[in-house]
């Protein structure tokens, strides 16, 4: 049995991920953090990570950026493995992750659909592909109008993607407000939308002359991320220390 610690429990997809691991007979959650509990769960839920002392073989994180300080340091004191599901962290955050994963396994996604992971690979074909045409590059995502972070996660990964596959790195660029100038060659601009209950919709256009490819991706329910995420934290667990990501677990 596959014992876990969900960080961030009753946050949507927390909430999603101990849906479904109510009903599986190989992994079980044994607490999970979250400043804000109404006893709602089956196991301990604790305000701080400090505070969380039942045995525990892997942590899945879907916190938020203020949160995953604590959580690395928590981990490493445990020697306990990280699906890090958290976005919009800061460089120095990064870097922090980075080093922690000399010490532990960490698995790190900007998104954990098995879907928008390879949408990341089919973006780094597209890229190469296309630049000698001259293809134009801008990403539009879209979500829920409760989203903290712009642009998200996986826009920025779909940009890093395009940049993997072009000769040179292209500048991202977020807004063309008060900019009178035709579009420059060596940029990918990247948009965002928040509004409604939109779960997650990312479109890479690739605009040529005469003609447009778009590559996309929508997420119907919360359902595909907690998937992904039980199943990165299933890979995880007995790994050696080191920096993993969704594309380790899809093979």
Do not use: W
């Not at 044994?30 to 305000?47: C, I, M």
């Not at 942590?59 to 493995?81: E, K, M, Q, T, Y």
């Not at 296309?130 to 990403?139: K, M, N, Q, T």
């Not at 940029?187 to 509004?195: H, N, P």
């Amino acid at each position: 049995m596959t014992r876990v610690i969900m960080h961030g429990c009753n946050g949507r997809i927390g909430q999603t991920i101990t849906s479904l691991l109510d009903k599986d007979e190989d992994m079980k959650i044994v607490a999970g953090v979250d400043k804000f509990d109404e006893g709602k769960n089956s196991y301990p839920v604790f305000a701080s990570i400090d505070d969380c002392e039942p045995e525990a073989d892997v942590i899945i994180d879907f916190s938020v950026a203020g949160a995953v300080d604590g959580l690395i340091r928590h981990a490493i004191n445990r020697n306990l493995p990280v699906v890090l599901c958290t976005t919009g962290l800061s460089e120095d955050q990064l870097d922090m992750v980075n080093d922690a994963s000399a010490r532990i396994p960490i698995l790190r996604s900007a998104n954990m659909s098995l879907g928008v992971n390879l949408l990341i690979k089919l973006v780094t074909e597209a890229a190469a592909a296309l630049e000698p045409a001259g293809f134009d590059i801008e990403i539009v995502e879209k979500h829920h109008r409760h989203k903290l972070d712009a642009p998200s996660g996986t826009a920025l990964a779909l940009a890093e993607a395009a940049n993997a596959g072009l000769s040179e790195d292209y500048e991202y660029i977020y807004d063309r407000t008060g900019r009178r100038m035709e579009r420059p060659r060596a940029e990918i601009g990247i948009s965002a939308v928040r509004g409604g209950s939109i779960v997650g919709d990312h479109d890479v256009i690739l605009a040529g002359t005469d003609e447009v490819i778009t590559l996309s991706h929508t997420a119907y329910s919360r359902t595909v991320f907690a998937k992904g995420a039980i199943q990165a934290a299933r890979f995880l667990c007995g790994r050696e220390p080191g920096m993993y990501g969704m594309k380790d677990v899809i093979g």
